[in-house]
């Protein structure tokens, strides 16, 4: 088993799974950390970060892998302003929750209405109270956060199928050695080889979606505008206007609030379903953020203690 592991977020990857795994999973703020080497799909969300059994693992991770990489300049090269001096483990504070405003999303909870899992989540909330946050209830970036996802959705198809073409073509590019070159490539290795690369169960139609793009044009520049137009009007307003230091919400539920906008959150295991199922909570915050949501994740991991060691049969 591993101590500590590494994944890439676009939207939810290291999210995701870390709130079904009962495990901490950190999605650091884009060009903390650097994507060199990274098989990417964008780099407009594209961000490395841990996956540990505790915030304080996931936190020490990070603190390793930060900084700097002239491989990944532009996006390191900016991000470099966030990075506090001394590093982030001096954020692992117990009292992390007291006076932080925590913003609530109520309309990513609807769907948990009348489950264990939505009173396990109100329990929660009255920790992070009684350990001294302010909890501002009944927030919504909009009306309707179905239909901004499906907004989000949208654009991201449109913005990600181009800009992985790009992506997975430059990675190839630089492997010493690899028996393909480009996405047309690998689109005629798995025709060839369909048992092995399992074409009837997976396909590969977005493979050859984006093989079809022609670059950034103007269509994919009015979907990158839009993205950061529902970022800076969605989440970035909503956060400032209320003076949030977090919002929280279930599980990776609202990755893409996050994602779209290069933003950091934190997942940290809150329960499980009634079959057992873990769920986590997430903690986001705007870019930069990353001392905020450490001091709060690891705080309420602290007064609630939830994660339980996997049993392995013998």
Same mark, same amino acid.
């Given at each position: 088993?591993?101590? #500590?592991?590494?994944?890439?977020?676009?939207?939810?990857?290291?999210?995701?799974?870390? &709130?079904?795994?009962?495990?901490?999973?950190?999605?650091?703020?884009?060009?903390?950390?650097?994507? *060199?080497?990274?098989?990417?799909?964008?780099?407009?969300?594209?961000?490395?970060?841990?996956?540990?059994?505790?915030?304080?693992?996931?936190?020490?991770?990070?603190? *390793?892998?930060? =900084?700097?990489?002239?491989? !990944? +300049?532009?996006?390191?090269?900016?991000?470099?302003?966030?990075?506090?001096?001394?590093?982030? *483990?001096?954020?692992?504070?117990? !009292?992390?929750?007291?006076?932080?405003?925590?913003?609530?999303?109520?309309? /990513? /909870?609807? &769907?948990?209405?009348?489950?264990?899992?939505?009173?396990?989540?109100?329990?929660?909330?009255?920790?992070?109270?009684?350990?001294?946050?302010?909890?501002?209830?009944?927030?919504?970036?909009?009306?309707?956060?179905?239909?901004?996802?499906?907004?989000?959705?949208?654009?991201?198809? %449109?913005?990600?199928?181009?800009? @992985?073409?790009?992506? %997975?073509?430059?990675?190839?590019? !630089?492997?010493?050695?690899?028996?393909?070159? &480009?996405?047309?490539?690998?689109? #005629? /290795?798995?025709?060839?080889?369909?048992?092995?690369?399992?074409?009837?169960? @997976?396909?590969?139609?977005?493979?050859?979606?984006?093989?079809?793009?022609?670059? %950034?044009?103007?269509?994919?520049?009015?979907?990158? $505008?839009?993205?950061?137009?529902?970022? +800076?009007?969605?989440?970035?307003?909503?956060?400032?206007?209320?003076?949030? !230091?977090?919002?929280?919400?279930?599980?990776?539920?609202?990755?893409?609030?996050?994602?779209? =906008?290069?933003?950091? =959150?934190?997942?940290?295991?809150?329960?499980?379903?009634?079959?057992?199922?873990?769920?986590?909570?997430?903690?986001?915050?705007?870019?930069?953020?990353?001392? $905020?949501?450490?001091?709060?994740?690891?705080?309420?991991?602290?007064?609630?203690?939830?994660?339980?060691?996997?049993?392995?049969?013998?």
């Amino acid at each position: 088993m591993a101590a #500590v592991t590494l994944g890439t977020d676009t939207d939810g990857s290291i999210l995701c799974p870390s &709130s079904f795994n009962s495990v901490v999973g950190i999605r650091p703020t884009l060009g903390l950390t650097s994507r *060199a080497g990274v098989v990417s799909i964008t780099p407009l969300q594209d961000t490395v970060g841990p996956i540990c059994r505790t915030v304080s693992d996931a936190v020490h991770v990070l603190d *390793a892998v930060i =900084g700097y990489d002239e491989h !990944d +300049a532009a996006a390191t090269g900016a991000a470099s302003k966030y990075i506090p001096p001394g590093g982030y *483990a001096q954020f692992l504070r117990k !009292d992390g929750l007291r006076g932080k405003r925590v913003g609530v999303l109520r309309g /990513f /909870f609807q &769907s948990y209405a009348g489950t264990q899992r939505l009173r396990v989540y109100e329990q929660h909330l009255a920790t992070m109270r009684k350990h001294g946050a302010v909890v501002v209830d009944n927030l919504r970036v909009t009306a309707n956060p179905t239909a901004l996802l499906d907004d989000i959705s949208s654009n991201e198809g %449109i913005a990600v199928v181009a800009e @992985f073409k790009l992506s %997975i073509n430059a990675y190839l590019a !630089d492997l010493v050695y690899s028996p393909v070159h &480009s996405l047309a490539d690998i689109i #005629v /290795f798995n025709n060839a080889h369909p048992i092995e690369e399992r074409m009837k169960d @997976f396909g590969q139609d977005d493979l050859i979606a984006a093989q079809n793009t022609s670059g %950034i044009g103007p269509v994919e520049r009015v979907a990158i $505008r839009r993205l950061k137009e529902l970022s +800076a009007n969605g989440l970035e307003k909503l956060m400032k206007e209320h003076q949030l !230091d977090a919002i929280v919400t279930p599980g990776s539920d609202a990755s893409s609030l996050l994602a779209t =906008g290069g933003h950091p =959150g934190m997942i940290v295991p809150a329960g499980f379903n009634e079959q057992g199922v873990p769920f986590g909570i997430c903690f986001g915050g705007l870019q930069g953020y990353e001392p $905020r949501l450490i001091e709060m994740a690891y705080a309420f991991e602290q007064a609630t203690k939830v994660r339980k060691p996997p049993m392995f049969k013998p």
